[in-house]
């Protein structure tokens, strides 16, 4: 039997929310089929592995330096006793590799696949199993047209902008090196009203955005339905769930979106989780170099569907997978379609969608944009899926984003987005958010017609960072004027 990983403490929060709290486990999970230990690996070399990759991204994608990427952005995946076991770290930038050594022999590699980004290299393998692609924008260059569709800025503040008070708000998120805040973006009635960057990143650089891509996910999601292919009541085409008396048949889009698939999926979050169960598949998903999709939608029932919120990975990878079957069997290039469907309308001319080493996305974490890019994002779901007067997104879906989950016990949880049900953030209760490790955040703030982007490096994130956001955001808020709706 293997050992299992002491994870708790070193990665809990991986591509996560601030936790909330949560009941204790039900009957039914102590009932639910035992799940073997996933791996056919070890964990130390699954921490080297993902260390491999999310330094891969950060020099070829975010162009940033190893040194500060190794200490503010891979790190948590390695637990601190196999850190200090590291020997070498390598970074090959002619063949545009990254390597991680442990102890005298065990090493682990990433590769930038280009528009792909970085792919962790399967143990034994000599590449990744699948074809990657250019993935090129039909937009013209972002300096010739006007903000959204562009980066070109107005001169002047929409009305009811205070701007003295707004810029002493974003410099609240600043205040604290240690909070390693990299960008922050206001937009108001559809304006970049206040703009602001450190930590040696700009408004192009590609910023490590991780769980903010389940929000993206819901968006593709959103587009299909808009098109017709399915919708959120309709039981999830997994091919999978279909034989006869398999309960996962019961299992609908709507749960899926709303994380309460039911699926025995272990995370480090859930309440009941031990590390006795072994390393949790919601890490496996990121470090074991497998097909994600099939290690998600494979799992046996563990709750009744749509009766247990559980912030758990195989709900949106599930989506994922409908998604790129969707999209392959209409015929369209999965790897290019998201820029060709979504970001080509929006303004978006480059978002990094990192894949598993079989070309799944992995937008449960693997994903970079820039802050103007999440921004846009913001700024679709503020007008109802609406971009300049083209309807994009199914009437209707931001509100059912933004509406709590039924199976989640706190108010916290919508569709692939957060709520502000609970009021943690100094924002109105009908603020939504998209979120991720390392404080990455775009909040959608109806009541003031403001989006509001901040994104930072992983060690940053704490109670520190979290204190100075919601000041910041009370600033904000203070300094625009609410609408008329």
Same mark, same amino acid.
């Given at each position: 039997?293997?050992?299992?990983?002491?994870?708790?403490?070193?990665?809990?929060?991986?591509?996560?929310?601030?936790?909330?709290?949560?009941?204790?486990?039900?009957?039914?999970? &102590?009932?639910?089929?035992?799940?073997?230990?996933?791996?056919?690996?070890?964990?130390?070399?699954?921490?080297?592995?993902?260390?491999?990759?999310?330094?891969?991204?950060?020099?070829?994608?975010?162009?940033?330096?190893?040194?500060? #990427?190794?200490?503010?952005?891979?790190?948590?995946?390695?637990?601190?006793?196999?850190?200090?076991?590291?020997?070498?770290?390598?970074?090959?930038?002619?063949?545009?590799?990254?390597?991680?050594?442990?102890?005298?022999?065990?090493?682990?590699?990433?590769?930038?696949?280009?528009? &792909?980004?970085?792919?962790?290299?399967?143990?034994?393998?000599?590449?990744?199993?699948?074809?990657?692609?250019?993935?090129?924008?039909?937009?013209?260059?972002?300096?010739? &047209?006007?903000?959204?569709?562009?980066d070109a800025l107005p001169d002047s503040l929409p009305e009811g902008v205070d701007r003295e008070?707004?810029?002493?708000?974003?410099?609240?998120?600043? &205040?604290?090196?240690?909070?390693?805040?990299?960008?922050?973006?206001?937009?108001?009635?559809?304006?970049?009203?206040?703009?602001?960057?450190?930590?040696?990143?700009?408004?192009?650089?590609?910023?490590?955005?991780?769980?903010?891509?389940?929000?993206?996910?819901?968006?593709?999601?959103?587009?299909?339905?808009?098109?017709?292919?399915?919708?959120?009541?309709?039981? #999830?085409?997994?091919?999978?769930?279909?034989?006869?008396?398999?309960?996962?048949?019961?299992?609908?889009?709507?749960?899926?979106?709303?994380?309460?698939?039911?699926?025995?999926?272990?995370?480090?979050?859930?309440?009941?989780?031990?590390?006795?169960?072994?390393?949790?598949?919601?890490?496996?998903?990121?470090?074991?170099?497998?097909?994600?999709?099939?290690?998600?939608?494979?799992?046996?029932?563990?709750?009744?569907?749509?009766?247990?919120?559980?912030?758990?990975?195989?709900?949106?990878?599930?989506?994922?997978?409908?998604?790129?079957?969707?999209?392959?069997?209409?015929?369209?290039?999965?790897?290019?379609?998201?820029?060709?469907?979504?970001?080509?309308?929006?303004?978006?001319?480059?978002?990094?969608?990192?894949?598993? %080493?079989?070309?799944?996305?992995?937008?449960?974490?693997?994903?970079?944009?820039?802050?103007?890019?999440?921004?846009?994002?913001?700024?679709?779901?503020?007008?109802d899926g609406v971009w300049l007067g083209e309807r994009l997104l199914p009437e209707g879906w931001?509100?059912?984003?933004?509406?709590?989950?039924?199976?989640?016990?706190?108010?916290?949880?919508?569709?692939?987005?957060?709520?502000n049900g609970t009021g943690e953030y100094s924002l109105p209760r009908d603020a939504y958010f998209?979120?991720?490790?390392?404080?990455?955040?775009?909040?959608?703030?109806?009541?003031?017609?403001?989006?509001?982007?901040?994104?930072?490096?992983?060690?940053?994130?704490?109670?520190?960072?979290?204190?100075?956001?919601?000041?910041?955001?009370?600033?904000?808020?203070?300094?625009?004027? %609410?609408?008329?709706?």
């Amino acid at each position: 039997m293997r050992k299992p990983l002491a994870i708790l403490g070193f990665a809990t929060w991986i591509g996560c929310a601030p936790a909330t709290e949560e009941e204790p486990a039900s009957q039914e999970f &102590q009932n639910a089929p035992e799940v073997p230990y996933a791996p056919d690996t070890t964990p130390e070399s699954l921490g080297i592995a993902g260390y491999a990759k999310v330094l891969c991204s950060a020099v070829f994608v975010s162009g940033r330096d190893i040194e500060k #990427a190794k200490y503010e952005s891979g790190y948590f995946l390695v637990p601190d006793k196999d850190r200090e076991r590291v020997t070498d770290i390598s970074v090959n930038r002619e063949a545009k590799r990254v390597s991680v050594t442990l102890g005298d022999s065990l090493t682990r590699e990433a590769r930038y696949l280009g528009d &792909q980004g970085c792919v962790i290299v399967p143990e034994g393998a000599d590449g990744v199993y699948f074809e990657p692609v250019t993935v090129e924008t039909s937009l013209p260059d972002a300096g010739a &047209q006007d903000w959204p569709m562009g980066d070109a800025l107005p001169d002047s503040l929409p009305e009811g902008v205070d701007r003295e008070k707004l810029d002493k708000a974003v410099e609240l998120a600043f &205040q604290n090196p240690e909070s390693m805040t990299a960008a922050m973006v206001v937009v108001h009635k559809g304006q970049i009203v206040a703009e602001r960057y450190a930590q040696g990143a700009h408004k192009d650089m590609q910023l490590e955005s991780w769980s903010m891509g389940k929000s993206l996910t819901a968006t593709l999601v959103g587009l299909l339905v808009r098109e017709g292919h399915f919708g959120l009541d309709d039981p #999830a085409p997994v091919p999978a769930w279909q034989e006869e008396g398999d309960p996962r048949r019961e299992i609908t889009i709507r749960d899926l979106m709303n994380m309460s698939g039911g699926l025995h999926f272990t995370a480090p979050r859930d309440p009941d989780y031990t590390p006795e169960m072994g390393y949790p598949d919601h890490m496996f998903i990121y470090t074991g170099a497998v097909d994600a999709f099939e290690h998600s939608y494979s799992k046996p029932l563990q709750f009744p569907p749509g009766t247990e919120g559980r912030y758990r990975n195989s709900d949106p990878l599930t989506l994922g997978y409908i998604v790129k079957r969707t999209v392959t069997e209409a015929g369209e290039n999965y790897l290019r379609w998201p820029q060709k469907a979504l970001f080509d309308k929006i303004g978006i001319r480059e978002q990094v969608l990192e894949p598993d %080493p079989y070309g799944n996305f992995l937008l449960t974490g693997y994903d970079y944009g820039t802050a103007r890019n999440w921004a846009r994002l913001g700024l679709l779901y503020l007008n109802d899926g609406v971009w300049l007067g083209e309807r994009l997104l199914p009437e209707g879906w931001a509100e059912f984003v933004s509406t709590p989950a039924p199976g989640w016990k706190e108010p916290v949880y919508g569709g692939l987005f957060w709520v502000n049900g609970t009021g943690e953030y100094s924002l109105p209760r009908d603020a939504y958010f998209m979120a991720g490790a390392g404080g990455q955040r775009t909040f959608v703030v109806p009541s003031h017609d403001l989006v509001i982007v901040r994104m930072g490096h992983f060690r940053g994130d704490g109670p520190v960072m979290r204190q100075e956001l919601n000041e910041a955001l009370a600033g904000i808020l203070s300094a625009v004027e %609410p609408t008329d709706s």
